[in-house]
């Protein structure tokens, strides 16, 4: 199984860093530091997670980013938020949150169902234009979706809600692996079953990271995400990309 893919540009470990949880404290900027120290080079926040503490803890930990770390983030989460002004507002508060010129990948968190998806994706097309953002992906979208944004500018990621127990994002994966695009699940630990602990005990594992371990080999193009606030958990989830899974095992775990 491999321990890498490419996103965007850059080669990176296939298990991230999720920070919706992350406040702006020092200890906080040295555990950022930390997980890029430990190998982690994903680490993914959005404008309103912890109210901007969470970007503003990544800028100060990681200005400017090590060669070869990603820091991804996202805009426009809510009804209305998709519209122009208040997207390319966020799109320049997260700049100066993360304290960067150019945004590795930026996502439109969500479809806004009050502005035409084309809309949307013109703006953050636009700051692509300029350098400020350099790739894009999309969040919780189906095929049809991430097709139509195709047309629009290039997709080199979708993140959508997606682990053992919900798989209702199936055909997004296997599209995404068809196409090339990386496809990375939020809420990956979630899941739970006798199926689960079997497995887990037979490896010597936690549950979780055989959660972990089930989404990589689900997928060549799979990036997880899980989120943490601690250093040892984080080198329990990296260490998910040890673990081999038996075809017995996966079809256990169906």
């Known amino acids: 199984m491999a321990r890498t893919l490419k996103l965007g540009d850059t080669e990176v470990s296939r298990i991230g860093l999720g920070t919706n949880r992350l406040r702006h404290t020092f200890t906080n900027v040295r555990f950022i530091q930390q997980v890029v120290e430990d190998g982690v080079n994903v680490i993914d926040t959005a404008h309103l997670y912890t109210s901007g503490d969470s970007e503003r803890t990544i800028g100060e930990a990681l200005s400017p980013p090590p060669e070869?770390?990603?820091?991804?983030?996202?805009?426009?989460?809510?009804?209305?938020?998709?519209?122009?002004?208040?997207?390319?507002?966020?799109?320049?508060?997260?700049?100066?949150?993360?304290?960067?010129?150019?945004?590795?990948?930026?996502?439109?968190?969500?479809?806004?169902?009050?502005?035409?998806?084309?809309?949307?994706?013109?703006?953050?097309?636009e700051y692509r234009g300029r350098g400020q953002i350099r790739h894009v992906g999309l969040s919780e979208v189906g095929v049809e979706e991430i097709e139509r944004a195709r047309e629009v500018l290039p997709v080199a990621a979708v993140q959508n809600r997606f682990n053992l127990s919900e798989r209702r994002w199936d055909d997004v994966v296997d599209y995404c692996e068809r196409e090339g695009i990386v496809f990375v699940p939020f809420f990956p630990l979630a899941g739970d079953s006798a199926a689960l602990e079997d497995v887990a005990e037979a490896h010597d594992a936690t549950p979780s990271q055989i959660a972990l371990a089930w989404l990589l080999h689900r997928s060549p193009v799979m990036l997880p995400i899980p989120g943490s606030l601690s250093i040892d958990h984080v080198r329990e989830n990296v260490a998910a990309l040890d673990i081999e899974l038996g075809d017995d095992e996966l079809e256990a775990l169906g």
């Open 68 to 125: 070869g770390c990603v820091i991804e983030t996202k805009g426009g989460f809510s009804a209305g938020q998709g519209r122009p002004d208040v997207l390319s507002e966020q799109i320049e508060q997260s700049l100066r949150s993360l304290r960067t010129d150019a945004i590795e990948l930026y996502y439109l968190h969500r479809v806004d169902p009050e502005t035409p998806l084309e809309t949307s994706l013109g703006v953050i097309d």
